[in-house]
């Protein structure tokens, strides 16, 4: 699917769920869960599609052998989860107008919790009561518009139609929509430096997961290519740590862990107070796309935590009135984020410690106690390199942005810059990315070092955005 069919069959899904809120008293935060809800189950049921022939003939196979399965312990092998008769998408689809198809669908959605524990209370099941209340056929027809989506649609679409949904339902309730889907080009271009082909991989904010989805793709491009050259290699999957603060955004980045079939761990968190995994050097990579500029974290909630302050602290100009005293908060959380990147990462493991983040291009010059750790990190030999994105990369903000890549493992001093601003491909007037092209050409800059860009000695101070060499069109 291209970016143009991509953008229409989006169209024409929003089109169908916005006649929801037209022909009904549903208010946004009423309709979105059960609708994104529909969307899993569509992709659900592409997965289990595709793997259904290799399923079905090791049931048969293994029948009547000392060595037989349930048909639901195969398919969770193969697909990652079981989706029997009643809960498949054709079925719903073909039921007479006379059934109760909200109570079919919840049925659906219990019984694909029955068979993957890890699911358990996450799907919508009651919510699709409520489209009912005023119409009859609403519901129907959500569904009906909602088959469209291809058959062969993976779950990278996946992601980018449900992150559409969410900066949609978002804007509809007048919000700034600060959860976004990190562009896929994008997330390729990280997992290409960092390269995570083995252990744990966490994300802080890690919105719909997905940058999980990304690096296991990663690790399977990265397998079949030494499968090709007859080369051996470890064949255990990552495992995933992240952390979310709302609770809808974890339960669609549970959703897209089965659907990948990524094993991992995701929890409600808000990750400036709770350390739910105990994440002080523990990971072998970190990657994530933090909400940026956020000025209300209260100081005293982060000042004694190791996560935050090993590397400094950022702290206001002035210092705060008596009648301030604990009361105060970080000029921006920008460098909060940073400093977690970095002490989240494991310390002397060969072949790991790297993270790579999604920074505000204000966070590459910023001054004052922010370039005080800034220049501690430099110190320590923590930042790897930078890269300036180009403008409006990202579904629902148009915000400029850097990417950091931090490397625990550095074999020497210095830092590499990549400017490339004006490496993109435009998908339509508003959205840009980078093609598969420029993912590899950056990539080789990056792997070529000396010879791919300017690099700067790590003791001198970090220089503001766009003073790296040009990336230039491939």
């Not at 996946?158 to 562009?183: C, D, N, R, V």
Request: charged share 25%.
């Amino acid at each position: 699917m291209n970016a143009e069919q991509l953008k229409q069959l989006e169209d024409d899904l929003w089109s169908a769920a916005d006649n929801l809120r037209a022909n009904s008293d549903l208010k946004s935060s009423e309709y979105a869960t059960p609708v994104l809800g529909l969307i899993f189950l569509k992709f659900a049921d592409n997965k289990y599609k595709r793997a259904e022939p290799d399923i079905t003939k090791e049931f048969a196979e293994l029948r009547g052998t000392r060595r037989e399965k349930p048909i639901s312990d195969i398919a969770i092998q193969k697909c990652g989860f079981y989706l029997p008769d009643h809960a498949r998408y054709h079925y719903l689809l073909g039921l007479p107008e006379q059934e109760d198809l909200a109570r079919k669908i919840k049925q659906a959605m219990e019984a694909i919790e029955e068979y993957k524990t890890e699911l358990d209370g996450i799907l919508p099941k009651d919510e699709y009561f409520a489209l009912t209340r005023t119409s009859n056929t609403l519901l129907a027809e959500l569904l009906k518009n909602f088959s469209n989506i291809p058959a062969d649609a993976n779950g990278d679409i996946f992601g980018k139609i449900y992150e559409f949904f969410l900066g949609k339902f978002a804007l509809s309730e007048g919000q700034k929509g600060g959860e976004f889907f990190t562009p896929t080009s994008v997330v390729k271009l990280m997992v290409e430096i960092i390269e995570p082909h083995h252990g744990t991989v966490y994300d802080p904010a890690c919105g719909s997961a997905g940058m999980f989805v990304q690096s296991q793709q990663f690790v399977e491009r990265h397998r079949r290519k030494l499968d090709e050259l007859g080369e051996a290699h470890d064949e255990d999957q990552l495992y995933v740590y992240g952390q979310e603060k709302t609770l809808d955004t974890v339960k669609l980045a549970k959703m897209n862990l089965a659907v990948n079939g990524l094993r991992g761990e995701i929890r409600q968190a808000n990750s400036y107070t709770e350390n739910p995994f105990d994440g002080f050097g523990k990971f072998d990579f970190v990657m994530a796309n933090p909400p940026f500029n956020v000025d209300d974290v209260p100081l005293a909630s982060v000042e004694d935590d190791p996560r935050f302050n090993t590397y400094g602290l950022p702290r206001k100009k002035t210092k705060a009135k008596a009648s301030e005293k604990g009361k105060e908060t970080v000029p921006n959380a920008n460098y909060l984020w940073i400093n977690l990147f970095a002490t989240s990462l494991k310390n002397n493991t060969p072949d790991s410690g790297r993270a790579a983040l999604v920074m505000a291009n204000s966070a590459s010059d910023a001054r004052h106690s922010e370039a005080d750790i800034r220049q501690t990190l430099i110190e320590n030999n923590l930042i790897y390199g930078m890269l300036t994105l180009p403008s409006n990369m990202f579904y629902t903000v148009t915000l400029p942005a850097t990417l950091w890549f931090f490397d625990k493992n550095k074999q020497d001093n210095r830092i590499l810059f990549i400017d490339a601003r004006n490496l993109f491909t435009q998908i339509d007037r508003a959205h840009r990315e980078f093609s598969e092209e420029q993912v590899q050409h950056c990539h080789h800059q990056q792997a070529a070092q000396g010879q791919a860009g300017r690099l700067y000695p790590a003791g001198g101070q970090l220089l503001p955005q766009g003073h790296g060499t040009t990336a230039g069109q491939p």
